[in-house]
């Protein structure tokens, strides 16, 4: 395993106990089956019923169990134990057939087997963790079917290369949007808990091009079949977004808005 990947794991094993509390994520309203879905999820993800899916990088397994709430037959994967196993509690808790699997993503086609998907699922907040993303590419075309899709929503990768001091700063390029080395941070608190204190503090991202990861899409077989940019994010990443009645994060009224995430669809084959 890579180095930065294995770091990434230490650091997401010990942010699961801190997000199955959290507000962001609500497990007690998904326990009574309040919850679903992202808007934008919900809204693209369509008839999904009896289908074959499987949902790389799960985490503790909320988006998959929505999934199998919907009639797919799902398997979700993550290379963090403590999620997974936190994903198989919370699915014997409330019935759930989502099934989980801990392990690499680039292990996946071994993990859970090539060419059975109907639909790959990824959301918010994947490939910013993996260093090749050729790789993870082939890794979507090597889990479809013949004619299957890949389902990809995720923060706008140029959006990532801004970032603000406060809440009235202005927004400032800060990160190069094309690079090779990837951007090493440490600091406490996450996405889902910002006042969270953890002992594993470092984490390494890998940020990729909206060309390179079409590109990679692309050469690994698939056929583009939409590309939606939307202006708004699950979570808050600059100061001055504010969260909208539908829980999403945009531009406030008195600034121009920006892409801050996208959709991917593609087909195999």
């Known amino acids: 395993m890579h180095e930065g990947v294995a770091l990434n794991r230490t650091n997401w094993d010990e942010r699961v106990a801190v997000h199955l509390r959290s507000a962001f994520y609500n497990v007690d309203g998904f326990r009574r089956g309040e919850t679903d879905l992202g808007p934008i999820e919900a809204a693209e993800i369509g008839d999904i019923a009896g289908l074959r899916l499987a949902h790389l990088q799960c985490h503790f397994g909320m988006d998959t169990m929505y999934l199998a709430r919907r009639g797919a037959r799902v398997t979700g994967l ?82 990532r290369a801004l970032d603000q001091a406060g809440a009235d700063a202005p927004l400032v390029p800060s990160y190069a949007y094309f690079r090779d080395a990837p951007i090493e941070f440490e600091g406490q608190g996450s996405y889902a808990d910002r006042d969270a204190v953890f002992t594993h503090t470092r984490s390494v991202e890998w940020d990729h091009p909206l060309g390179a990861v079409v590109g990679a899409l692309l050469a690994a077989g698939l056929r583009l079949t939409a590309l939606r940019e939307h202006d708004a994010a699950a979570w808050q990443m600059w100061p001055c977004l504010v969260p909208g009645a539908d829980g999403l994060w945009r531009m406030p009224a008195d600034r121009p808005n920006l892409p801050l995430s996208l959709t991917i669809e593609a087909v195999k084959g």
Not at 105 to 112: K, S, Y
């Open 78 to 159: 993550d290379f963090s134990a403590n999620a997974i196993a936190a994903a198989r509690t919370l699915a014997a808790e409330t019935g759930s057939s989502a099934e989980f699997v801990e392990g690499d993503l680039h292990d996946a086609p071994r993990l859970l087997g090539e060419g059975l998907y109907d639909l790959v699922f990824t959301s918010w907040g994947t490939i910013i963790w993996l260093p090749d993303i050729v790789r993870w590419a082939q890794v979507v075309a090597a889990l479809l079917k013949p004619g299957g899709r890949l389902y990809f929503l995720d923060g706008h990768p140029a959006a």
